[in-house]
């Protein structure tokens, strides 16, 4: 069966664009706790970078009312360039098509705000025009309402876009653990930023393996000294 939506993500097959993750922008999330978004959103970022994910970066009226890239994001990509626009649909701007197309992957996973409205038509439009197979990251994505932000995930799925979460990107370009050059990097944004699984990677690295922690500095451990009791 020739369908390519069978295909896993392989760090390969796939390139990753991340669109109008601004402050202003995330202001009017209001589908997703705004913390938890940015987390998401740099844990995938940090993903891309350990796999060699070819990553484009967009931004929307940077200086006149969004403001700047989170800098965490830009911290995963010194140097990288910042792909500003006009339109509220990055597929209108020829330096997103360019850079897309250089990338030469027909996978697109996109991260951006807002959902219903930047994300929504730069997949209808990357589908349609670009013959683009796009994939979106459902947690790494924010809308002005819970319902906004559902809604427009069922029409892009309706159309044909493949729901994801950044975690389940993560692992699945690293497939194998035994695929060792992307194993360290993997464990280290498992840890700071998968929540209960990284606190549980923490406590078996630690208390079964006997492994550091992973502060940069020490603690000294202070034996009980059991208090008088009356």
Not at 158 to 165: K, S
Request: proline share 6%; charged share 20%.
């Amino acid at each position: 069966m020739n369908n390519p939506k069978l295909e896993v993500l392989t760090p390969h097959n796939s390139q990753l664009i991340i669109i109008d993750h601004q402050p202003q922008m995330a202001f009017g999330v209001q589908s997703i706790d705004r913390q938890t978004l940015k987390n998401n959103v740099v844990g995938l970022a940090k993903a891309a970078k350990a796999f060699g994910i070819p990553t484009v970066i967009t931004t929307v009226e940077t200086e006149s009312f969004s403001g700047k890239t989170y800098p965490e994001i830009l911290d995963v990509f010194p140097g990288q360039p910042i792909l500003e626009r006009t339109s509220m649909n990055s597929w209108d701007d020829q330096k997103v098509r360019d850079a897309l197309a250089a990338n030469g992957r027909k996978k697109i996973i996109v991260a951006g705000l807002w959902t219903e409205v930047c994300n929504t038509t730069f997949a209808l439009c990357a589908m349609l025009e670009g013959d683009y197979e796009v994939y979106m990251v459902a947690d790494a994505s924010g809308g002005t309402t819970k319902e906004a932000h559902d809604f427009a995930m069922q029409r892009m799925v309706q159309a044909g876009v493949v729901p994801v979460t950044w975690q389940q990107v993560l692992l699945e370009w690293q497939r194998d653990w035994k695929n060792r050059d992307t194993y360290d990097a993997v464990m280290k944004i498992v840890t700071e930023h998968s929540g209960a699984y990284g606190m549980g990677v923490d406590y078996a690295y630690t208390m079964l393996h006997k492994a550091p922690p992973r502060n940069q500095g020490s603690n000294e451990v202070l034996a009980p000294v059991p208090a008088p009791v009356r």
